[in-house]
Each structure stands twice: as structure tokens, then as C-alpha cells.
């Protein structure tokens, strides 16, 4: 199979030129340098590229996936070959969720009490 430019990659992933390149700058893709000095991809890159989107959409930074990223690489032949490192990134990830989620919950509930307040206020002619 012959190596992929920047723009198949792209059109084969959904991810842009410019995702991409960001990506390689990041250290979490490689690739090689043809002779006319434009960009080469292996065809696996797809895969990769796929698994790295699938990161950021369930809300890691580049940062969160660099330690994991040689992990992405090989497509597991079963379930049960799943890396324990990305089943730990996920467990810490929902951990931050879960503090998020809470404080957006207190937030929420001081901002529903506040109003409240000044619907009772306004109700009561002011104060």
C-alpha cells in the first residue's frame, strides 16, 4: 500500500489539514518527507488518526493523550487486549468530569436559588 499525502489523510479521517499538522507538531503523529519535501503517511496513520479523534471528542487534550499516544498505534485484535494505560486515562478523565459536573451543579443551584429569591421580591413588590 502506498504512502498517504496530508490531503488523503484528511479526506480519509474527517480530520483537516490543519488538525493534522497540528497533531505532528505535537509529537503525537509522524511522518515522512517525500522529495518534493511534502508530507507522507503511512497508510495506518488512518487508524491512528481515528483513535486520537476519539480521545478529543470525549474531551482529552493532546496533552492527556501524548503519554498513551504509542498505545494508539496497532488496531488491538480483541476487546480483551485493550491497554490498561487508556482504561486509566479514561477513569482519570470521568474523575474531572465528575468534579466539574458537581460544581456546575452548585453553581446552578445557587443561580436557581438567586432567582428565586428576586421572583419572590419582585412578586412582593420589591424590596
Not at 97 to 102: C, E, P, T
Request: hydrophobic residues 40%; glycine residues 10%.
Amino acid at each position: 500500500m502506498s504512502m498517504l499525502s496530508i490531503g488523503e489523510l484528511s479526506k480519509q479521517t474527517g480530520a483537516s489539514v490543519r488538525s493534522l499538522r497540528h497533531y505532528e507538531q505535537a509529537g503525537l503523529l509522524a511522518s515522512s518527507r517525500g522529495a518534493n519535501g511534502y508530507r507522507r503517511f503511512d497508510p495506518s496513520a488512518v487508524g491512528f488518526v481515528e483513535r486520537i479523534r476519539i480521545l478529543l471528542r470525549n474531551g482529552f487534550t493532546l496533552e492527556e493523550i501524548r503519554p498513551v499516544v504509542s498505545m494508539l498505534g496497532a488496531q488491538p485484535p480483541d476487546l480483551r487486549s485493550i491497554c490498561p494505560e487508556v482504561m486509566a486515562l479514561y477513569r482519570v478523565k470521568l474523575g474531572e468530569l465528575d468534579g466539574r459536573i458537581a460544581s456546575l451543579q452548585q453553581i446552578r443551584a445557587s443561580a436557581a436559588a438567586r432567582l428565586a429569591f428576586l421572583e419572590a421580591q419582585q412578586r412582593d413588590g420589591g424590596p
